[in-house]
């Protein structure tokens, strides 16, 4: 099974730019650009740090994927 995301999706529809939201996680932009592109999945702590930022439900962002 494979997690798929909507993080840039919603970062877009939000009007933030990866440098912002890096910054207010204190991650890396690489890092987000990462997880955008479904090359790494994000540890639990900075997914539910991406939960609270876009103040959404986990099934909002993240799914799995059955292959």
Known sequence: MKVKNRIKEIRLAKGISQIKMAEDLQI????INAVENHKYNPSLELALKLIKYFD?????????EEE
């Open 28 to 31: 890396t932009r690489q890092t």
């Open 56 to 64: 959404v439900n986990i099934d909002e962002i993240f799914e799995l």
